[in-house]
Structure formats: structure tokens, C-alpha cells
């Protein structure tokens, strides 16, 4: 509201007074979200963060890699189908989609496939580009190099082997090569992510806790709630 001359309150133009009304508030996680959401979303983050093994065996495959694998939908079907001899049947299976589907992408009729499939082409493009030189490097780290894996998770310990309380910890250690034959073993046969956790706990634990035997020689290492993990080959 104005003021005239006279003293009495005058009406400000419509735009005016809009300009002037305080803007509203606006709340980041919007205001209709509860506790039980919370959980939800930190149950989601923290099975994203346990998943990180096979991904991070999968991004130290590709750092590997000497030609960058195909990334279109259509170029990554054709390679798909080049390497299952032409079945569109096979790699229909191997994505979890209809044969049809397929051949769509195949033709160029469809070329923007939803997140779940796109997500499915990547990984089997990725997974079975330049076989010959993967397996080799698979190989090699299986007998002479090892792995070098670097993290930050939660480690605990067995009431055997130390008196230390378990907590979240950096943690980088090159891990054996009879290790790392036992990891990537393990992922080349489709291991579940539980046993997977395993093997690498067992292998950080040999590599990083155990070290020098002694009271520490027999320590149990429970190895979860991974923020980030990187894998060298």
C-alpha cells in the first residue's frame, strides 16, 4: 500500500504490489517428504555403494582397453550380434528383451533405448569388446601382477586378532596374484555380490591387516557399506 498526500493509505498498482509480496519458500527435498522416504533413499545409497565391486572391476577392464568400444545403440547391437554369430535370439537373451526389439534397433527404427537397456547394451559391449586382450590382462594379473585395489568402506575385525574397533577407512593395497585369480574368477562365473564382498575382504585383509602374521595372522575382516572403490589391473 501507498501513501497519499493527505495521509491515507493508496493502492499500489497490481504489478507493483506483486513485485513487492516476498517470494515463497522453496524446499530442497520438497515438502512432502518423510522419514520413511529417508530410509528408503539411504537403504538405495548404500546397496548402490555394495554394488561398486563388479562396476569397479568392470571400469579397470575398460581403463585397459586399446579402442573405445562402440556407442551408439545400433553400432553396440550390431557388435553384439557380430559376436553371437547373427543370432538376434541369443543377444535378445543376453539383454532381457524380445527378439523384435532387436532387430529394431538393428534397422534404425528405434534409436533411443529407455535407461534399463541402455544401461544392458553398455555393459555387454564393454564386457566382451577386445575379448582376446582382456583375457590376457586377466591373465596376468592372475599370476604375476595382482590387483591394486583402493577404497573407503566400513572394516571390522574378529575378536582374535586385534583390539581395534571397527570404523570406515581409506584404505589402498595391492592385493596377490592368487587372490586376484580368485576375484576375477569369481566375476567371470557370475558371482553374487555377497561373495564377491568376500573375496576381496579376504584379500585386503592378507594384503593390508595381516601383514607381519603374529596375533594379526588369523584375523577375521568384515568388509561393507563401500562409498567408493577404483580396481587396477
Not at 493508496?10 to 530442497?28: C, F, G, K, N
Not at 517428504?33 to 554394488?51: I, L, T, V, Y
Not at 550390431?78 to 543376453?94: H, M, P, Y
Amino acid at each position: 500500500m501507498g501513501v497519499s498526500r493527505a495521509g491515507r493509505p493508496s493502492a499500489l498498482p497490481a504489478q507493483a504490489e506483486a513485485t513487492a509480496r516476498p517470494a515463497p519458500t522453496v524446499h530442497p527435498t520438497g515438502p512432502t517428504d518423510s522419514p520413511h522416504q529417508s530410509r528408503q533413499d539411504q537403504r538405495s545409497a548404500k546397496a548402490r555403494g555394495n554394488g561398486d565391486l563388479k562396476r569397479g572391476l568392470r571400469r579397470a577392464e575398460r581403463a585397459l582397453l586399446t579402442r573405445p568400444a562402440p556407442k551408439s545403440p545400433r553400432a553396440q547391437m550390431k557388435f553384439l550380434c557380430t559376436r553371437a554369430k547373427g543370432s538376434t535370439q541369443a543377444v535378445a537373451e543376453q539383454l532381457g528383451v524380445s527378439r523384435s526389439t532387436v532387430e529394431r534397433y538393428l534397422s534404425g527404427t528405434s534409436r533411443r533405448p529407455r535407461k534399463r537397456l541402455q544401461a544392458a547394451l553398455g555393459e555387454e559391449t564393454e564386457s566382451q569388446w577386445q575379448p582376446q586382450f582382456m583375457a590376457q590382462a586377466r591373465q596376468r594379473a592372475a599370476t604375476t601382477r595382482g590387483l591394486v585395489i583402493s577404497c573407503r568402506a566400513y572394516f571390522g575385525f574378529g575378536p582374535e586378532g586385534t583390539s581395534d574397533t571397527g570404523r570406515m577407512r581409506d584404505i589402498s593395497a595391492a592385493v596377490s596374484p592368487a587372490h586376484a585369480d580368485r576375484i576375477l574368477a569369481a566375476q567371470q562365473g557370475g558371482t553374487t555380490d555377497d561373495d564377491l564382498r568376500k573375496l576381496v575382504a579376504d584379500a585386503l585383509a592378507d594384503a593390508y591387516f595381516r601383514v607381519g602374521g603374529g596375533g594379526r595372522a588369523g584375523l577375521h575382516v568384515e568388509f561393507k557399506d563401500v562409498e567408493w572403490l577404483e580396481i587396477r589391473l
